[in-house]
């Protein structure tokens, strides 16, 4: 049985991380995203306050399968992917996809891969910021919604294969 869950972006990380938190701990890593918007135009219901639709990614079916099986196992969830608003949105899908119980779920950040700031993050853990969540899905909506309005007049209008986004098309104008 697993004591302690804890689920990083980076393989790399898994491996040095496992090494600082000793037996209790099983360190896997989600290599990177696990949901994302469907490729098609059904990603984001406009008409329901650009309420976004997400899928797992084919390519992390069975990633998922055995990370649902660990966190069941596990006495606790630690979620550890990096500081800033992808990761939190990835812990938010992981939470999500792996029907992770709030009692039995913490987040964890960190700056560096040394043993204090691991040590320091277990100490010192906190919930999921929604509000980076939030700004992440708006981001990723904003960039569907840009890129799949703009990118076919653009092949209308100027070459086939062209595409539009919302940074990009900005700072071509």
């Given at each position: 049985?697993?004591?302690?869950?804890?689920?990083?972006?980076?393989?790399?990380?898994?491996?040095?991380?496992?090494?600082?938190?000793?037996?209790?701990?099983?360190?896997?890593?989600?290599?990177?995203?696990?949901?994302?918007?469907?490729?098609?135009?059904?990603?984001?219901d406009i008409a329901n306050g650009f309420k976004p639709t997400y899928v797992v990614d084919?390519?992390?079916?069975?990633?998922?399968?055995?990370?649902?099986?660990?966190?069941?196992?596990?006495?606790?969830?630690?979620?550890?992917?990096?500081?800033?608003?992808?990761?939190?949105?990835?812990?938010?899908?992981?939470?999500?996809?792996?029907?992770?119980?709030?009692?039995?779920?913490?987040?964890?950040?960190?700056?560096?891969?040394?043993?204090?700031?691991?040590?320091?993050?277990?100490?010192?853990?906190?919930q999921i910021n929604l509000d980076l969540v939030n700004a992440q899905q708006a981001r990723?909506?904003?960039?569907?919604?840009?890129?799949?309005?703009?990118?076919?007049?653009?092949?209308?209008?100027?070459?086939?294969?062209?595409?539009?986004?919302?940074?990009?098309?900005?700072?071509?104008?």
């Amino acid at each position: 049985m697993v004591k302690n869950l804890v689920i990083v972006e980076s393989p790399a990380k898994a491996k040095t991380i496992e090494g600082y938190l000793g037996q209790d701990f099983v360190v896997r890593s989600s290599y990177g995203h696990v949901r994302d918007l469907p490729k098609d135009n059904n990603a984001v219901d406009i008409a329901n306050g650009f309420k976004p639709t997400y899928v797992v990614d084919a390519d992390k079916r069975e990633l998922i399968s055995q990370l649902k099986k660990l966190a069941k196992e596990a006495e606790m969830v630690w979620l550890a992917s990096d500081d800033d608003r992808e990761g939190e949105a990835i812990s938010w899908h992981l939470s999500e996809t792996l029907n992770l119980k709030a009692d039995k779920t913490k987040r964890i950040v960190f700056r560096e891969i040394t043993k204090p700031a691991i040590l320091n993050a277990i100490q010192h853990p906190r919930q999921i910021n929604l509000d980076l969540v939030n700004a992440q899905q708006a981001r990723r909506v904003l960039d569907r919604l840009v890129g799949f309005e703009l990118s076919p007049a653009l092949w209308r209008k100027v070459k086939a294969g062209l595409s539009a986004g919302r940074v990009q098309s900005v700072a071509v104008r």
